[in-house]
């Protein structure tokens, strides 16, 4: 990133605000605004992206789609594609949506379309799909996140909410103030603080940290990775995936030595008594003590206990990241955090307590705006069916079956049509090989993105999307202070359109064009969601056309925020939304659901994925698959950054030097990773700051087969969801568990394949095909 002037025009992503230099309809040069004091490296990768060669620059199809109609086929990823006018592709696409609801209802679309899309309010590709689907009658829906899919419904079910332990939570500012120890399950990195949904301009955590630490604060960090912590810490390098028995262990040294807080555990929680039975072995013969736990985490036990007793001696937070929730039984680090913190009895004081997701993402620790923010209206969805997010291969595998679920019994509806637009399955999904079979087995599959992702090259209809550098929107996210104006850049490349211009087109063709767009124009659109909003505030804002000429606008916020101290302070005014008002150590709801792997307190679950398991014996590494330090997600994956980051044109992979000898490898090798689910290459780096027996392989390595018609096939880029285990945290949640996996790895000593994740397919372009009309009617339906 440049440091030079900034009157260049600006613009935002989910990583930061940005100044812009642009020739030629791209971006040549970013610059951070002043105010960002702690700007993210991630922007240098808008470098390029407008025009880059990886953008989709025409409607294309599929050709077996278009030749045979829709249906179930394995072609999928491996056939050319076919370039469309508009008004084809619209003619298409109308006829298949309705062709789709007319014979299996509108149940049978898939609309969830996870994923992040980019920043800005009325552009958010999710929010226009919803509105089109919506209005077309309606589609199977889904619900949570991958971010957060345990955590989404464990802590509703304990604590009364899992979304104000993040927008609510104790800020920075108080901790710099008053916390002596911040226990860290799961580190505080800094890279993930980067970024924030909605977009982010500010990143005051490595400055809070600095003055946290300055006032004599200090900083244990339970974790795999030495740089889940950036500067001095006490670092517990624990074997992955083994947090609650820690916690447990701790727990145990507390009340063994009566530092337990028993007049919070009485006042403010319920359960308490069953979960202490627990504790000390009442119920199965175990007490969880200082050894026990040091036997499966590797920490030694008078380690623990120390850590214990100094966690009692002051002000302390224990926060846990949210990567520890997105592995098997991913509900109970949450849970047993917030016990552990209870015990200690500083919930709700200023600087003690519970946090959730400190270095996970830009948003815990910083200030919420103190009002709504604005939004594009989407209306209700006539279909009730839904899914959790992750149980997408499930659904597409196993239509009709039943499958339990935060104490419901579901169905799985019978898919015939997947539409996403935002999202990269191939990116956030886990088990690729079984994510393309699943696909596999639906009629079409429909994908809106500015790029040929995996997921669009996946795909039977690709719409090329503009990028909100080609658009103009604006800007909104719940704990960032300031709405910014995102006036377009540049042209759209190509023949890309933005996403609301594709559904207002299809609108029309189906017959509610005028309810999608209201009659408004996209400019006016902007317009009107500012003015209904800025209606509805109890402070004045300038008018649009005010803030579009200034640029920004700053709004009110809540500082100096302690999570729950409305609670503590009382109890009864401040009742939590959980049965008992209180929070629930032990839960009579789920001990009800009577659900084998989320028992009714929380408990350590031995995984499958783990180092101290039989499968260990055969695949002896343990893989953390966690977000990339160069990138958001797969975004801008050919990006500047991203680039730099790669080893040999691969996705790096990070172990500890003895793991290499005994391998036989050296820095820069490349290697293959695998396990019995799949297989990767990557490049080796060695990093003394990993746990030996760990190695780290972020996400967002394009998916690049090296037989794209092969399921199977070897991904000669890296990325680590070919190996990781499409399974749910636990029937309570059914939450993403892709953080984990075990895996071996060895030197690859075969040709290099070549890396062609970021080339296009074949297309064939307008010019050279025969004129097509809209496709044959489709094949029989299996
Ligand atoms: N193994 C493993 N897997 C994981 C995780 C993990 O820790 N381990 N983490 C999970 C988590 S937390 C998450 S949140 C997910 C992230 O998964 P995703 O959110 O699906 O990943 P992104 O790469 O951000 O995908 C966003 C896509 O939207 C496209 N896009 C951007 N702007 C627009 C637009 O205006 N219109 C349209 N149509 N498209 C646009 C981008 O080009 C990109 O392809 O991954 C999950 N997967
Ligand atoms: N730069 C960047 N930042 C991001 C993102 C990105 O793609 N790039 N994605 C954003 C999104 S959508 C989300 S949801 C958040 C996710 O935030 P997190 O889920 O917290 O992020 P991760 O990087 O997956 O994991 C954080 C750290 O947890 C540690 N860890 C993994 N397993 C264990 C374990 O079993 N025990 C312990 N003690 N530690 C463990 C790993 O060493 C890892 O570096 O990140 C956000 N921030
Ligand atoms: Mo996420």
């Not at 530092?259 to 009485?266: I, M, V």
Request: hydrophobic share 35%; proline share 8%.
């Amino acid at each position: 990133m440049s440091a030079r002037g900034n009157t260049a025009p600006m613009s935002l992503t989910h990583w930061g605000a940005f100044h812009a230099d642009v020739a030629d309809g791209d971006i040549t040069a970013v610059t951070a605004p002043a105010y960002d004091t702690d700007p993210s490296p991630l922007l240098d990768n808008l470098v390029g992206s407008i025009r880059h060669r990886s953008r989709v620059a025409a409607p294309a199809v599929r050709r077996g789609w278009l030749e045979h109609g829709p249906g179930p086929t394995g072609a999928r990823g491996s056939d050319e594609f076919v370039e469309l006018s508009w008004p084809e592709l619209t003619e298409v696409l109308a006829t298949e949506l309705r062709r789709v609801v007319d014979r299996y209802g509108n149940e049978a679309i898939y609309g969830g379309s996870y994923g992040w899309s980019s920043a800005g309010r009325f552009h958010h590709a999710q929010s226009q799909v919803h509105r089109f689907l919506k209005l077309l009658g309606g589609y199977t829906f889904s619900r949570h996140s991958y971010s957060l899919g345990a955590t989404g419904v464990i802590m509703p079910r304990v604590v009364g909410t899992h979304d104000n332990l993040f927008k609510r939570s104790t800020s920075w500012d108080v901790i710099a103030e008053h916390t002596d120890l911040l226990v860290c399950f799961g580190g505080v990195g800094l890279k993930n603080t980067a970024i924030n949904d909605g977009g982010t301009t500010a990143h005051p955590a490595r400055e809070a940290l600095a003055r946290f630490r300055a006032r004599g604060g200090h900083i244990v960090s339970v974790s795999p990775l030495r740089d889940d912590v950036v500067g001095p810490c006490d670092w517990l390098a624990a074997v992955p995936g083994t947090d609650v028995a820690i916690m447990l262990g701790l727990a145990h040294t507390l009340v063994s030595e009566g530092l337990h807080d028993k007049e919070f555990l009485r006042e403010f929680c319920t359960g308490y008594d069953v979960f202490e039975g627990h504790l000390l072995g009442h119920d199965d013969g175990v007490p969880k003590s200082a050894e026990w736990a040091a036997q499966i985490s590797g920490v030694p036990a008078d380690t623990l206990r120390a850590l214990a007793r100094r966690m009692a001696a002051g002000r302390t937070i224990l926060t846990v990241s949210w990567s520890l929730q997105r592995t098997r039984y991913g509900e109970q680090a949450p849970w047993m955090g917030l016990t552990l913190a209870a015990m200690l009895g500083q919930i709700g004081l200023p600087g003690g307590g519970f946090g959730h997701g400190y270095g996970s993402m830009n948003e815990p620790g910083l200030p919420p705006v103190r009002c709504r923010l604005p939004r594009l209206p989407q209306g209700p969805n006539p279909v009730q069916t839904f899914i959790p997010v992750a149980a997408v291969s499930d659904m597409l595998l196993h239509p009709g079956e039943m499958f339990e679920y935060n104490g419901q019994r579901l169905r799985y509806p019978d898919i015939r049509c997947v539409y996403w637009a935002g999202g990269n399955p191939f990116h956030h999904h886990q088990n690729i090989p079984r994510l393309r079979r699943a696909l596999s087995r639906v009629d079409t599959v429909v994908v809106h993105d500015p790029y040929w992702t995996a997921m669009a090259k996946h795909a039977d209809i690709v719409v090329p999307s503009t990028t909100p550098y080609e658009r103009d929107d604006f800007s909104g996210s719940r704990n960032d202070p300031r709405l910014v104006a995102m006036p377009a850049l540049a042209p759209p490349y190509a023949q890309a359109r933005n996403d609301h211009r594709t559904f207002a087109a299809l609108a029309h063709h189906l017959g509610f064009g005028e309810a999608f767009t209201d009659g408004r124009t996209e400019r006016e659109w902007l317009e009107h969601m500012y003015t209904t909003w800025a209606a509805e505030l109890d402070f004045s804002v300038p008018t649009f056309d005010e803030f579009w000429a200034r640029g920004h606008l700053d709004l009110p916020v809540e500082e100096g925020l302690t999570l729950l101290s409305e609670f503590r302070a009382d109890p009864a005014a401040h009742r939590l939304a959980t049965p008992s008002g209180r929070i629930e150590i032990h839960s009579d709801t789920i001990a009800g659901f009577g659900y084998a792997d989320c028992a009714g307190h929380p408990r350590w679950y031995e995984p499958a994925e783990w180092l101290g398991g039989p499968r260990a014996a055969e695949f002896p590494l343990h893989l953390l698959a966690n977000q990339p330090a160069s990138r958001l997600h797969s975004q801008l994956d050919a990006g500047r950054t991203s680039q730099a980051s790669k080893v040999a044109g691969r996705e790096p992979i990070r172990m500890h030097p003895e793991d290499a000898t005994e391998r036989g490898l050296e820095p820069g090798d490349v290697v293959r990773v695998f396990n019995d689910r799949g297989a990767c290459l990557a490049g080796v780096v060695l990093d003394e700051g990993v746990r030996p027996r760990v190695v780290q392989l972020a996400t967002g390595a394009w998916y690049d087969p090296v037989d794209p018609a092969d399921p199977d096939s070897l991904c000669a880029h890296g990325n680590p969801n070919v190996l990781t285990d499409d399974v749910g945290t636990s029937a309570l949640a059914h939450g993403c568990t892709g953080a984990h996996v075990l895996v071996q790895v060895e030197k690859y000593t075969g040709t290099l394949p070549p890396v062609r994740a970021h080339e296009p397919p074949r297309i064939t372009a307008r010019a050279d095909r025969r004129e097509t009309a809209a496709p044959p009617d489709p094949r029989t339906p299996r």
